[in-house]
Every structure is written in C-alpha cells, then in structure tokens.
C-alpha cells in the first residue's frame, strides 16, 4: 500500500490540471436557459421546436417528457344521445336498471353532454388571434378562433355499432306474468326466453340434468319451463319423435300426460299431427267407455272425439274414481289408488 502511494502522488500532481479541466467540462450541468426571450410564449410550449430554444420557460431541462399532455388535445369518442330501443319511453321505472339506462340514454336523461367551446390556452389566445390560420393555434384557441364547430365534428363521431348476441334467457322470474307485452323491445329484452325474441334460434334443451328422472311431474308449468325437452313442451319443435325407448311396449299408458309427452310419435300425440286414429288396436271392443276421459285418450277415432289433451296422471285417476278399478286398463294406470282392490 506505502508502495503505491508513493508512486501515485507525483503522477497526480502533475497531471492535477488537466484533469480538473476535463471534469469541469464534463460533469458540471448544463444550464437551464431560453435562448430567445420566451416570459410570454408558453403557448407554443407544444410545439417541439419552441421548445427545444425556450427549455427555461416550457420547463423541459434535461427532461422532455410528458409536455404534450395539456397542450395537444385528446380525441374523445362520444356515443350520440339516442335510445337504442324503440320503447324505453313507455315506462322510465326501468332506469333504475344499469342496462336499461345504458339502451335508454336519451330517456333516461344519462347522455354525455358534448364538450363545450373554450380555448385551451386560456389568456395567449387573445395574443395569437392573428395566427389563426395556423393549424396549432386553431387546435388549442378553438373559441378564439371560432373553430370549435369542427372540433366537435372530429371528436363526436360515434363508433360503428358492434352486433351481439342477446343471451336467449329471462332475467327476472316472472317474465310468464306480462306476456302481454312481448313485442315491446323492453320487455323482449328481459323476458327474451320468454318472448321468444333469442337473436339465435333457441335449442330444446333441459335445464338440469335430473329432468327425466321426474317425468311424472310433466305437465305441470313450472316442471315443463325448467325440463322442455323431457316434457316435449318446446314451442320450436315440430318434430313428432319418441323421447325414450320401448314406446311400444306401453300403449296402455298414452292416456298419461307424462307417457304421452315421452312418446309422442308412438301414441300419436305429435303436436301438429292431423291423423285421427286409435292407439289400441281394441278400441272398438270398448265403446261403452267413450264417456271416459282415460278413453277417449286413446281410443279418440272409435269414439269420434280425436285430439284430446291427455290428462294429468293424478287427474286421469281421480275422475276415474276407485269403482273403475275393476277395468285393467286403469288397474294398471292407477295402481296407488287400485292397491287396495281384489278383483
């Protein structure tokens, strides 16, 4: 270390001028100075060339970020004050709702206003009226320079509309309740399983899994809404099919609601078929029975009533009473109420 620093000292004082001239030259700041007289020309700040002579006054030393951000204007994309439904002014109550105040902005009265007119530069526009011509000073001087009619053109000019799908669903419960007012686009907006108003066609489908396990409840519209393709109930459909198999091993059970939903194309029970005929092939036998809901059910030709609705499986017994326990048919259909019974 001693030997170092003797060798060291005689090098740094000899060399001890130049080299704090070098540093004097090299580190000390560069000042912060305008080159013209610039006290009153902050105006053109955004500009990069006044800038680059008036560093001082636009406050850019050593660093020229950020110094368009109040001077050059923003384009601000405004949608125009309309309503996109036909009927949002039938019933304003529905503003309350988020997305009904954004399909009805003109009545629900959330439109954003325009920007108004005003110069950006504040008092310089009174100093550089004169060079209105020039494209800068109309951009940040629009009222002084009477140019805010073409502002407003370039920044208002609403987005080309985007086409989505309405999600086929309803988004209250009780949409079945006002169906007097589908058609409205209102109401076909949050009743539109309902009203039938889907962008897409709507698929026949379940809404849960468990529907064909409780096929008995078909018939019942809270139980056909929820299981459509169980219950056959799909107002879409014009397909006459049998939703399970071995249909024709229980013909005797097509005066059921439930089995006649199941098997439509075997019991004949399609919603737009026009044949009149008789699901058992004994019909004839039994004519006697045409006073019989249960009977007129699949016996419609022989008995010149075709085109019945099938009853419900409890209304189907219940009307038979448990006298008629003696007719196998219904021994068979309402075994609840015929268990009882020794024939």
């Known amino acids: ?67 368009t ?27 309350a709702l988020s997305w009904y105040k954004d399909m009805c902005r003109k009545t629900c009265g959330v439109c954003i206003a325009p920007p108004t007119c005003f110069d950006k530069a504040g008092s310089y ?27 407003i053109v370039t920044t208002t000019t609403p987005l080309t509309p985007t086409i989505t799908t309405r999600p086929c669903i309803d988004r209250i419960a009780d949409c079945r309740n006002g169906t007097q007012f589908c058609g409205t686009s ?82 004949k029970l399609c919603p737009k078929n026009t044949t009149c005929d008789d699901v058992m092939s004994n019909c004839g036998d039994g004519s006697v029975f045409c006073s019989r809901p249960w009977y007129l059910n699949i016996c419609g030709k022989s008995c010149g009533k075709c085109g019945i609705k099938p009853l419900n499986r409890w209304v189907y017994c219940s009307r038979l009473g448990a006298s008629s326990c003696n007719i196998p048919m219904v021994y068979e259909n309402c075994a609840d109420m015929c268990k009882g019974y020794i024939g």
């Open 125 to 151: 526009c009174q100093r550089y009226k004169t060079l209105c011509n020039l494209a800068y000073v109309r951009e940040n001087c629009a009222k002084t320079c009477n140019s805010c009619k073409t502002a």
């Open 186 to 267: 209102w109401y076909d907006n949050i009743c539109t399983k309902t009203c039938n108003a889907c962008s897409t066609p709507r698929t026949c489908a379940d809404s849960h899994w468990w529907c064909p396990q409780g096929s008995l409840l078909c018939g019942l519209s809270w139980y056909d809404q929820l299981c459509e393709e169980t219950c056959g109930v799909c107002e879409e459909s014009n397909a006459c099919t049998n939703k399970i198999e071995g249909c024709n091993n229980g013909l005797i059970f097509c005066g059921l609601n439930w089995y006649g939903q199941m098997c439509q194309k075997t019991c």
């Open 69 to 95: 951000t109040t001077l050059i204007p923003t384009t601000t994309v405004m949608r125009p004050c309309i309503d996109d439904m036909g009927d949002c002014d039938t019933d304003k109550t529905f503003c």
């Open 1 to 67: 270390m001693l030997f170092l620093i003797i060798f060291q000292l005689p090098i740094q004082t000899h060399f001890a001028f130049a080299a704090t001239a070098t540093a004097i030259s090299t580190i000390t700041p560069k000042r912060c100075v305008d080159i013209i007289q610039c006290d009153e020309g902050e105006f053109f700040c955004g500009l990069q060339w006044y800038r680059s002579i008036c560093e001082k006054t636009c406050g850019v030393c050593n660093d020229t970020t950020g110094m």
